[in-house]
Nanobody
Framework: QLQLVESGGGLVQPGGSLRLSCAASGFTLDYYTIGWFRQAPGKEREGVSCISSSDPSTYYADSVKGRFTISRDNAKNTVYLQMNSLKPEDTAVYYC?????????????????WGQGTQVTVSS
């Protein structure tokens, strides 16, 4: 069974940090572009960050640039999203997703596999 499983979400105070993990089973992440998306209540799902399969290129939404870092550990078949200096507006369900397309064209419509999501709540 092919699936992505996110973990690492939770409740954190503003200014705090969390590290999300996205582990794959049933397939190898090496060959896929991996994106992190998030969806807040009442809002559309938006792209947060992306990492290419074939080179170390990474991409970030302007809202998280300088605070979030995406990385991959192919030996563990896992992609991470380190989130620092968290803000209340970062509160959302975070999803990882695998695509056979390069980051530059990855959107919610070009995803091959979605994870189930993990809740991140930033609140004092």
């Amino acid at each position: 069974q092919l699936q992505l499983v996110e973990s690492g979400g939770g409740l954190v105070q503003p200014g705090g940090s969390l590290r999300l993990s996205c582990a794959a089973s049933g397939f190898t992440l090496d060959y896929y572009t991996i994106g992190w998306f998030r969806q807040a209540p009442g809002k559309e799902r938006e792209g947060v960050s992306c990492i290419s399969s074939s080179d170390p290129s990474t991409y970030y939404a302007d809202s998280v640039k300088g605070r979030f870092t995406i990385s991959r550990d192919n030996a563990k078949n896992t992609v991470y999203l380190q989130m620092n200096s968290l803000k209340p507006e970062d509160t959302a369900v975070y999803y990882c997703a695998a695509s056979s397309q390069p980051c530059i064209v990855v959107t919610t419509t070009t995803i091959d596999y979605w994870g189930q999501g993990t809740q991140v709540t930033v609140s004092s």
